[in-house]
């Protein structure tokens, strides 16, 4: 019978096969070894991963990989989304998000190019002036629904005509120009404009009509422009290319034009509202603009510059003639919320400073001067006016903001709101006149979304939000945001004076909103100005608006916005008033509250 019978008597594997214990040392090492791997281990998993910032600090930020371009609904950013079903009523109904806004598909912008060969110039003074001079061709033609594009020898470069053009000999004006076409080539189809070409008219022109469609089957200049401004296909623009690479008289010439025949354009009427500021323009309207530039390049730049900007600012005054229109709904009770408005129109009716005050556009040599006795009139209408040459500020307030300011209250409640405060109030004032009064919220706020959104109107108005910041960059009260949408620089408005209402002086705001200038308009009532200013600063005294901006402050401390809840609104710095967690909670009911019994109201100030 064998030893171990049983199974639980069996030797064990350390029995069987016995080891030397290893020594006190050994046992050391090996706990010392473990813990340097754990410890490495738990380092490269903690480390970030490597970037293109982390290996070069000081080199440019890396491109972040391209977003759906119709859709965004990502912490941090604004919350809308596109679709073609816009004009619903409710954005809820198709995004099943009380948040997010549908907005309409975003018009295309056609592509017009300039060139500019950076290396060309070597006087930094004349570079500075001459990227000024882009940089306001850029935000002209930008303002009016184009993708303003700078070229430069790269695109050229790209060409596969460039090996021809590098071993034809010419003139260094011809190869300049050729440059630009080989450049323009190189991007297919679209425009190509001189920098010194820019839009001088209204937004809705037919040539700026036509040339926003994106669509241009032949290859087609414009009489007046000389060489300033071409529309072509692809096809059309590598047809001319060759056909001057391949003349004979390539050495002798000075434009590309010289080159082909007379029927390669396409020669279309002197447009009405685009202007050239070529130097036969500067020497024959502008001479003192010329005298400048022919003494210094670099000042005579930098004149040329103050006198296009004055003259597209002239252009808006001249295309709404009727004056502009700041939409006060309920002013008794809340014109402090329309202070940023008013301040904006005010800078908007200002004459611009020119070098040539009483020169005209080229394109409009019989322009209406600006005059700073007779300015541009401005209104207060309660309602919008459906007028072509009446430009419209209007300043949408959140419906708890509105509450609060028409009653006078920063204490409100759920029955006060039910009880007290009729449906959707702001929306029916605004709509009242167009729409008449009959009609209900929700039935009111397609014909208003055409309004503020869709293409025949959107070139008319602006539309600011009550809460909104004048300081942050993304704002649209934002001094860059405003230049981008004019197309020019405003250099009367100041918009340090709308960051927080509670730090602007009660007498400056006063003086703005009882402004002269807002009661020379034509569509006023019959009162006279001098009882419409008294009727102002008696019905905003000092208590009145002190109590306003004590209203607005705590509204906004309690909307607490961010940009994730509202489209071009940004993050509120302020921070809630100190109270209990229970009061902060009753708070965000009656938000809720006014946003569920005001429904249209809240849809359009999320539009």
């Given at each position: 019978?064998?030893?171990?019978?049983?199974?639980?008597?069996?030797?064990?594997?350390?029995?069987?096969?016995?080891?030397?214990?290893?020594?006190?040392?050994?046992?050391?090492?090996?706990?010392?070894?473990?813990?340097?791997?754990?410890?490495?281990?738990?380092?490269?998993?903690?480390?970030?991963?490597?970037?293109?910032?982390?290996?070069?600090?000081?080199?440019?930020?890396?491109?972040?990989?391209?977003?759906?371009?119709?859709?965004?609904?990502?912490?941090?950013?604004?919350r809308w989304y596109n679709h073609w079903r816009w004009l619903n009523p409710f954005s809820e109904s198709i995004t099943d998000d009380e948040n997010r806004s549908v907005l309409p598909p975003p018009r295309e912008r056609p592509p017009i190019y300039t060139f500019y060969d950076q290396d060309a110039e070597k006087d930094e003074g004349i570079k500075a002036a001459q990227n000024r001079l882009l940089l306001i061709w850029r935000r002209a033609w930008w303002a009016h629904g184009f993708k303003p594009v700078v070229l430069?020898?790269?695109?050229?470069?790209?060409?596969?005509?460039?090996?021809?053009?590098?071993?034809?000999?010419?003139?260094?004006?011809?190869?300049?120009?050729?440059?630009?076409?080989?450049?323009?080539?190189?991007?297919?189809?679209?425009?190509?404009?001189?920098?010194?070409?820019?839009?001088?008219?209204?937004?809705?022109?037919?040539?700026?009509?036509?040339?926003?469609?994106?669509?241009?089957?032949?290859?087609?200049?414009?009489?007046?422009?000389?060489?300033?401004?071409?529309?072509?296909?692809?096809?059309?623009?590598?047809?001319?290319?060759?056909?001057?690479?391949?003349?004979?008289?390539?050495?002798?010439?000075?434009?590309?034009?010289?080159?082909?025949?007379?029927?390669?354009?396409?020669?279309?009427?002197?447009?009405?509202?685009?202007?050239?500021?070529?130097?036969?323009?500067?020497?024959?309207?502008?001479?003192?603009?010329?005298?400048?530039?022919?003494?210094?390049?670099?000042?005579?730049?930098?004149?040329?510059?103050?006198?296009?900007?004055?003259?597209?600012?002239?252009?808006?005054?001249?295309?709404?003639?009727?004056?502009?229109?700041?939409?006060?709904?309920?002013?008794?009770?809340?014109?402090?919320?329309?202070?940023?408005?008013?301040?904006?129109?005010?800078?908007?009716?200002?004459?611009?400073?020119?070098?040539?005050?009483?020169?005209?556009?080229?394109?409009?040599?019989?322009?209406?001067?600006?005059?700073?006795?007779?300015?541009?009139?401005?209104?207060?209408?309660?309602?919008?006016?459906?007028?072509?040459?009446?430009?419209?500020?209007?300043?949408?307030?959140?419906?708890?903001?509105?509450?609060?300011?028409?009653?006078?209250?920063?204490?409100?409640?759920?029955?006060?709101?039910?009880?007290?405060?009729?449906?959707?109030?702001?929306?029916?004032?605004?709509?009242?006149?167009?729409?008449?009064?009959?009609?209900?919220?929700?039935?009111?706020?397609?014909?208003?979304?055409?309004?503020?959104?869709?293409?025949?109107?959107?070139?008319?108005?602006?539309?600011?939000?009550?809460?909104?910041?004048?300081?942050?960059?993304?704002?649209?009260?934002?001094?860059?945001?405003?230049?981008?949408?004019?197309?020019?620089?405003?250099?009367?408005?100041?918009?340090?004076?709308?960051?927080?209402?509670?730090?602007?002086?009660?007498?400056?705001?006063?003086?703005?909103?009882?402004?002269?200038?807002?009661?020379?308009?034509?569509?006023?009532?019959?009162?006279?100005?001098?009882?419409?200013?008294?009727?102002?600063?008696?019905?905003?005294?000092?208590?009145?608006?002190?109590?306003?901006?004590?209203?607005?402050?705590?509204?906004?401390?309690?909307?607490?916005?961010?940009?994730?809840?509202?489209?071009?609104?940004?993050?509120?710095?302020?921070?809630?008033?100190?109270?209990?967690?229970?009061?902060?909670?009753?708070?965000?009911?009656?938000k809720m509250a006014a946003e569920a019994w005001h429904l249209a109201d809240t849809e359009a100030w999320r539009f």
């Amino acid at each position: 019978m064998p030893r171990y019978s049983s199974r639980a008597n069996k030797p064990g594997h350390y029995s069987a096969y016995p080891r030397e214990r290893p020594s006190p040392r050994k046992i050391w090492r090996y706990t010392a070894a473990a813990g340097c791997l754990i410890f490495i281990l738990l380092f490269i998993k903690s480390s970030p991963v490597p970037t293109a910032q982390n290996i070069h600090p000081f080199g440019p930020a890396a491109h972040r990989p391209p977003s759906n371009p119709s859709n965004t609904a990502n912490p941090g950013e604004p919350r809308w989304y596109n679709h073609w079903r816009w004009l619903n009523p409710f954005s809820e109904s198709i995004t099943d998000d009380e948040n997010r806004s549908v907005l309409p598909p975003p018009r295309e912008r056609p592509p017009i190019y300039t060139f500019y060969d950076q290396d060309a110039e070597k006087d930094e003074g004349i570079k500075a002036a001459q990227n000024r001079l882009l940089l306001i061709w850029r935000r002209a033609w930008w303002a009016h629904g184009f993708k303003p594009v700078v070229l430069g020898k790269a695109e050229a470069l790209n060409n596969p005509l460039y090996e021809r053009f590098q071993v034809r000999k010419m003139e260094h004006t011809l190869g300049a120009d050729m440059m630009r076409w080989l450049a323009w080539g190189q991007m297919g189809q679209g425009i190509l404009s001189n920098w010194l070409v820019l839009p001088m008219g209204p937004y809705h022109d037919h040539l700026l009509s036509f040339l926003r469609r994106g669509e241009y089957p032949k290859l087609a200049r414009y009489e007046g422009l000389d060489s300033g401004l071409f529309s072509s296909d692809k096809a059309s623009i590598e047809a001319a290319l060759k056909q001057a690479l391949d003349s004979p008289n390539v050495a002798k010439s000075t434009s590309l034009r010289d080159l082909l025949s007379p029927d390669t354009f396409a020669v279309d009427p002197k447009p009405s509202a685009i202007a050239f500021y070529g130097s036969s323009t500067l020497a024959d309207q502008y001479k003192a603009v010329s005298t400048a530039l022919t003494d210094s390049k670099a000042t005579g730049l930098l004149l040329l510059a103050d006198l296009i900007i004055s003259h597209l600012h002239l252009t808006f005054l001249n295309t709404f003639s009727s004056g502009i229109a700041i939409l006060t709904p309920h002013r008794s009770h809340s014109l402090l919320i329309h202070y940023p408005a008013i301040t904006l129109a005010n800078a908007l009716t200002t004459c611009p400073s020119s070098p040539i005050p009483t020169s005209c556009p080229p394109d409009n040599p019989s322009c209406t001067l600006c005059s700073s006795s007779r300015p541009l009139p401005l209104s207060t209408p309660q309602s919008l006016e459906n007028t072509s040459t009446l430009f419209t500020i209007g300043t949408i307030p959140h419906p708890y903001t509105l509450a609060s300011l028409l009653s006078k209250t920063a204490s409100l409640s759920i029955p006060h709101i039910r009880r007290n405060s009729a449906r959707d109030p702001w929306l029916v004032s605004t709509t009242s006149k167009t729409l008449g009064p009959t009609l209900g919220g929700p039935d009111r706020l397609v014909p208003f979304k055409e309004r503020v959104a869709s293409e025949a109107s959107a070139s008319r108005s602006l539309w600011l939000v009550a809460e909104e910041e004048g300081q942050d960059q993304r704002s649209a009260l934002s001094k860059k945001e405003l230049e981008w949408f004019f197309g020019f620089t405003l250099v009367a408005y100041n918009v340090s004076t709308l960051s927080d209402p509670m730090k602007l002086k009660t007498s400056t705001i006063t003086a703005t909103l009882a402004s002269p200038a807002l009661y020379h308009s034509s569509s006023s009532s019959s009162s006279s100005p001098s009882s419409a200013q008294q009727d102002s600063k008696t019905s905003l005294g000092d208590k009145e608006l002190e109590h306003q901006r004590t209203l607005l402050a705590h509204s906004k401390s309690v909307l607490n916005l961010d940009s994730s809840s509202r489209i071009g609104i940004g993050r509120w710095k302020g921070r809630r008033r100190t109270s209990s967690k229970d009061d902060d909670m009753d708070e965000e009911r009656v938000k809720m509250a006014a946003e569920a019994w005001h429904l249209a109201d809240t849809e359009a100030w999320r539009f």
